[in-house]
């Protein structure tokens, strides 16, 4: 995606040679945190994970959070995450897509089914497993895209939440000596 050229274009500047591999974003968390990879592209900044990773001073990308559903689907969402307590809502594991989202399924209002990835997700939203999922819509667009199934999804709006991804690097990492050139 966009975060992955981003982060391509920021290292072949500083003359970095990286290499890419793409894994389950829970696994990828685990793995900078022990210093086993160098940094996650497209990550949300927390207070968690500012422990174990660093962060440049701008953000790759400003990113929206949006619920997916089948393109038949009459569900309606006019941003309030009440509404959508009658659906089990998909999720991508080790994601947090808003304080409010997390506070409402942590206190069993909302209803959800977790996958390791947004890839899982659009599967089983077209095989009419759950009737809606939430994931960041620039991903779901592309992964969606790269499917082909971009024309049986449709995006609800409003955004439940807007944020800024960026460049995480493992705090152990060799790559940390360049935080302040990324």
């Not at 509404?83 to 997390?102: D, P, V």
């Not at 955004?159 to 302040?180: C, R």
Request: hydrophobic residues 40%; without cysteine; glycine residues 8%.
């Amino acid at each position: 995606g966009i975060a992955t050229d981003m982060m391509k274009e920021v290292f072949a500047r500083l003359h970095v040679p990286i290499h890419i591999q793409q894994l389950p974003f829970k696994r990828a968390l685990a793995e900078i945190q022990r210093g086993t990879i160098d940094g996650i592209s497209g990550l949300g900044k927390n207070a968690e994970r500012e422990h174990y990773i660093l962060y440049p001073a701008s953000p790759l990308v400003t990113t929206k959070v949006t619920f997916f559903v089948r393109k038949d689907s009459d569900i309606v969402y006019r941003g309030d995450l009440r509404e959508m307590t009658q659906y089990t809502i998909g999720t991508a594991s080790g994601f947090m897509y808003s304080q409010e989202f997390k506070a409402l399924v942590d206190q069993g209002i909302l209803s959800t089914e977790e996958s390791r990835t947004v890839e899982s997700n659009i599967r089983k939203l077209i095989a009419k497993r759950f009737d809606v999922f939430v994931a960041n819509s620039g991903v779901t667009h592309n992964v969606a895209m790269q499917l082909g199934v971009s024309s049986l999804l449709q995006e609800l709006s409003p955004p439940i939440d807007t944020g800024h991804m960026y460049l995480g690097i493992s705090k152990k990492s060799p790559l940390a000596s360049h935080i302040d050139r990324i």
